[in-house]
């Protein structure tokens, strides 16, 4: 079983990211169970310049397929965890697959 503080440490990184990024929420409105598309009255571009923003800091090859189920900051954490801990499984991403991930999340909250 894995420790909670690398995983605390990671949530804060996250959490950390979302606030600097959004900008207007409020470090205490933010944790690991707050579900970024439906908890803030988030713009597109917001969540777009956010995801960028986490796979700058955690390098991520993470499938669109993955990125399609995210709701929450944990399940971020959770994804930066997998991709750390099996990275044989995230080769990495042409541009064009990545460009499709943001655009599917585009997508996802605009509602379409």
């Known amino acids: 079983m894995q420790s909670d503080t690398p995983r605390q440490a ?3 990184a996250v959490i950390d990211i979302f606030v600097s990024t959004i900008g207007f929420i409020p470090r205490d409105k933010v944790n690991e169970h ?5 908890d803030f009255n988030i713009i597109d571009d917001d969540l777009t310049v956010f995801v960028l923003e986490v796979q700058k800091a ?3 090859n993470a499938p669109r397929e993955e990125w399609q189920v995210i709701e929450t900051i944990g399940q971020i954490v959770d994804l930066i965890i997998r991709c750390r801990e099996h990275p044989e499984d995230y080769p990495p991403q042409p541009p064009s697959r990545l460009k499709r991930t943001l ?3 585009k ?3 605009s509602g379409t």
């Open 58 to 60: 955690f390098p991520l």
């Open 103 to 105: 655009a599917s999340l």
């Open 107 to 109: 997508q996802k909250l």
């Open 34 to 38: 707050t579900r970024f598309l439906t």
């Open 10 to 12: 990671l949530v804060t």
